[in-house]
T-cell receptor, first 119, second 111 residues
Framework: GAVVSQHPSWVICKSGTSVKIECRSL??????MFWYRQFPKQSLMLMAT?????????EQGVEKDKFLINHASLTLSTLTVTSAHPEDSSFYIC???????????????FGEGSRLTVL | DAKTTQPTSMDCAEGRAANLPCNHS???????VYWYRQIHSQGPQYIIH???NNETNEMASLIITEDRKSSTLILPHATLRDTAVYYC????????????FGTGTSLTVIP
């Protein structure tokens, strides 16, 4: 299957700093990517839909000014957690769909996830 | 917005078939059923998907009832590496392709 890569795999930062997580589709182009967050022992929660060349669409309750998303190319989306606090510590996962796949049938390919720990 | 219901957990003996049920009684006519699994601390892995016909691939089989209100994922010969959380997702076809995850079923394969 197609490969989605995230970087970094894990990051530890101090409270108040900003952290950027990259999501790349390695062997396909993705006009749309999705960002999820997962707390321990919980399911994945969709945070936002990242659209290449336009603004991201955020799910209800997700602060757009805190979680900045940039999708500057067909293979790269970035999530920046601004002014991170301990409650932002979580497992962040991105996913992408091959835009050449059918609208109704294409599966999402997920990255390996990035574990953020804010001290 | 998850529209599926799954048992919280299940056990299966190694080598036996694992049958994971999913209820999606409010599924619409053009919505697909997808199955993913997540091994601890990894990203979800695609397993299989279907619309109304039963599907089979190298990983699993998907059985969808005739009324499409429920489905069953079958792992024919479970191994210890199949221990994971399995998510059944109903994907709307007209809302930007988002996948909303429910709570999933935690499958433990027992030696």
């Amino acid at each position: 299957g197609a490969v989605v890569s995230q970087h970094p795999s894990w990051v530890i930062c101090k409270s108040g700093t900003s952290v950027k997580i990259e999501c790349r589709s390695l062997d396909f182009q993705a006009t749309t990517m999705f960002w999820y967050r997962q707390f321990p022992k919980q399911s994945l929660m969709l945070m936002a839909t990242s659209n290449e060349g336009s603004k991201a669409t955020y799910e209800q309750g997700v602060e757009k000014d805190k979680f900045l998303i940039n999708h500057a190319s067909l293979t790269l989306s970035t999530l920046t957690v601004t002014s991170a606090h301990p409650e932002d510590s979580s497992f962040y996962i991105c996913s992408a769909r091959d835009y050449l796949a059918g609208v109704n049938t294409g599966e999402l390919f997920f990255g390996e996830g990035s574990r953020l720990t804010v001290l | 917005d998850a529209k599926t219901t799954q048992p919280t957990s299940m056990d299966c003996a190694e080598g036996r078939a694992a049958n994971l049920p999913c209820n999606h009684s409010t599924i619409s006519g053009n919505e697909y059923v997808y199955w993913y699994r997540q091994i601890h601390s990894q990203g979800p892995q695609y397993i299989i998907h279907g619309l109304k016909n039963n599907e089979t691939n190298e990983m699993a089989s998907l059985i969808i009832t005739e009324d499409r209100k429920s489905s069953t994922l079958i792992l024919p010969h479970a191994t210890l590496r199949d221990t994971a959380v399995y998510y059944c997702i109903v994907r709307p076809s007209n809302t930007g392709n988002q996948f909303y995850f429910g709570t999933g079923t935690s499958l433990t394969v027992i030696p």
